[in-house]
C-alpha cells in the first residue's frame, strides 16, 4: 500500500461508501500457514480498504489512538487470532 492509498483509505468516512460496496470481514480467509508478511498482503487484496469494513450488516471504522498500540501490531494481532 502506497502512502497516497494510505491516507485516501484513512479519510474514508461512512458518507463516502455504500454499505454495499464493503468487503464483509466475515468472509474473508487467511491461509494461516503463510509468513505475516504474505497474510498481510493476501488480507489488504481481499479486503481492500482496512479501515472501513462491515460486519454483517454492519459498518465499522477502525481507528487507532496515537498513544495506543501501533497500526501494525494490531494489524499483525488481528492476522493471528485464532
Known amino acids: 500500500m502506497t502512502a497516497e492509498e494510505h491516507r485516501k ?13 464493503l468487503k464483509d470481514i466475515r468472509t474473508i480467509r487467511i491461509d494461516r500457514g503463510r509468513a505475516v508478511e504474505e497474510k498481510k498482503k493476501q488480507y489488504l487484496g481481499k479486503v481492500g480498504n482496512p479501515y472501513l469494513v ?15 498500540v501501533s497500526f501494525e501490531d494490531a494489524f499483525e494481532g488481528l492476522l493471528l487470532m485464532g
Do not use: H, P, W
Open 9 to 21: 483509505f484513512l479519510g474514508q468516512d461512512f458518507d463516502d461508501v455504500k454499505i454495499e460496496e
Open 54 to 68: 462491515k460486519v454483517g450488516s454492519t459498518m465499522v471504522k477502525i481507528r487507532f489512538a496515537n498513544n495506543g
